[in-house]
């Protein structure tokens, strides 16, 4: 017996009369149209550069149209900052739709949870009078941070094979996915409230405590004690209890249901781990391919990406970065966009926008259209410059480079565009910006090869202009 349509409806079928030839059969297949023409697919929204974008903007102004809102990947190593009116919110691995009292938060089994750092994000969030209850549901399928994995990112010191820095949030992210992979030392959020959780405990943190004293050049760490981990773990278990559930089963229902989802990227889809700038790259898939699964959900119930830029660069941590400005202008736009880590506070690295990357994450995130952000930033500047080639061994090359030093040896070749002087924080639509800033917009739109719907003049809900540009793509880097 099939479970009743309402908790599971019939996938829909196509016609086919040899099939279907009885009464019976064009029932089920007529029943099966209407389904998939009341579902309305969903939206993700994806950043094409190495991350703060500033997409918690977007996702916020999303949300206002959707009735959940979906984290796939990452882990507390994200954070967005939203302004609401005159309250600042930031949010880490919460998502952003928690601003808004209708939606549905689900937290899926593609993110690595710190339950420590959750909790603190909870009670900061009610402590300002929002409420989190059912509406934030985490994946039991979800792996755990523990204190090992954050002593592993620390004891690694954080650099590659050939001694260079990563530069990770040191949370336990990249230890946490490799246990994940490894599966024999792993533990789920639905680990926490089994009977085995205890003994599970006991023995990992005695394999943890031989190999994290071994990689330990500092010799400086202290052995960890699987009691106290059990006894907090559990504690914050219990506090977490009302949010955990199967949430690719809600997922799945929801969008058979035709409720409108909202897929949050976080991170940039250049820090992606199998498509962006390895190893200097986070350890989930932050780009558009990531979505299906992180979250459980196929990509045919998806119609609409939308990539996030900003109208510049920035990156955090080691790695290359062809158009990075290591000189009084990257500092102008450090203070300008107060490019500063909203999770570790680190100074960002700045430069102009970089096309040849964001063409290839467009296409490789399928992005259908663009969010261009902190156009604002680059007001007062007499010039602004885009990367639309790089020269490599005296070869131009328009396809983003696969393996790291090959981008480690690319000389950004520039267009330059005038800059326009004024502020342009008030303004509201395309027609009142300076005709100058409007060039630029279309610029990055030809050469990424998608047209613009959103552009962000600061960080307010209403300091957001809906362009609707009518560009026709034409897509030529
Ligand atoms: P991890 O994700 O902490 O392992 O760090 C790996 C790399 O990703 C480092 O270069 C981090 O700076 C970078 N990274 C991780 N999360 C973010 C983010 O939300 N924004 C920008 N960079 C990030």
């Known amino acids: 017996m099939p479970p009743p349509a309402a908790t599971c409806p019939p996938a829909p079928r196509p016609l086919n009369l040899r099939v279907w030839p009885s009464l019976d059969g064009w029932r089920v297949t007529l029943k099966a149209l209407i389904v998939e023409a009341r579902a309305v697919p969903g939206t993700c929204v994806i950043g094409l550069q190495w991350g703060d974008e500033a997409k918690g903007k977007l996702v916020d102004l999303l949300t206002l149209e959707h009735d959940i809102v979906v984290r796939y990947q990452g882990g507390a190593n994200a954070g967005h900052t939203v302004v609401v009116g005159d309250q600042k919110y930031k949010l880490s691995l919460i998502p952003s739709g928690i601003l808004t009292s209708h939606v549905q938060c689900v937290v899926t089994g593609g993110v690595v949870l710190h339950p420590p750092s959750i909790l603190a994000e909870i009670d900061g969030l009610s402590a300002r009078g929002l409420s989190v209850g059912k509406n934030l549901m985490l994946s039991d399928r979800a792996h755990v941070i523990f204190p090992w994995h954050i002593a592993e990112d620390r004891a690694l010191n954080d650099s590659t094979a050939d001694g260079e820095s990563l530069g990770t949030t040191q949370r336990g992210i990249g230890p946490c996915y490799r246990d994940k992979v490894g599966r024999s030392l792993a533990l789920r959020l639905g680990d926490l409230y089994r009977d085995t959780f205890r003994s599970r405990v006991a023995h990992i943190v005695q394999a943890k405590n031989r190999a994290i004293a071994a990689m330990d050049s500092s010799d400086t760490f202290e052995p960890l004690n699987p009691e106290e981990i059990y006894a907090e773990y559990s504690r914050c278990a219990e506090r977490l209890r009302p949010h955990v559930a199967d949430t690719t089963a809600y997922l799945l229902n929801a969008a058979e249901q035709g409720k409108r989802l909202l897929f949050e990227g976080a991170q940039g ?50 790695g290359p970065f062809p158009t990075e400005q290591d000189n009084p202008l990257g500092q102008l736009l450090r203070d300008r966009g107060n490019e500063y880590g909203t999770v570790t506070r680190r100074p960002r690295r700045c430069g102009w926008f970089d096309a040849v990357a964001v063409r290839y994450t467009a296409r490789l995130s399928g992005v259908d259209e663009l969010a261009i952000m902190l156009l604002d930033v680059l007001s007062t500047l007499d010039e602004v410059q885009i990367c639309t080639a790089y020269e490599i061994d005296g070869r131009r090359v328009t396809d983003f480079p696969s393996h790291v030093d090959d981008l480690r040896r690319a000389v950004p070749v520039f267009e330059s565009m005038p800059g326009w002087p004024e502020e342009i924080n008030q303004m509201r639509q395309l027609g009142d910006l300076p005709q100058a800033a409007r060039d630029y917009l279309d610029r990055l739109s030809e050469l990424i090869g998608r047209p613009v719907s959103y552009v962000s003049v600061g960080p307010e809900r209403q300091q957001t202009i809906f362009a609707q540009q009518k560009l026709k793509p034409v897509g030529a880097v």
Do not use: E, Q
């Open 269 to 318: 889809s250049l820090l992606d781990v199998d498509h962006g700038t390895f190893p200097f790259v986070t350890s989930s898939n932050s780009s558009g391919v990531g979505v299906p699964s992180g979250s459980g959900v196929p990509g045919k119930h998806i119609n609409r990406t939308i990539g996030v830029i900003k109208a510049y660069s920035t990156r955090v941590g080691g």
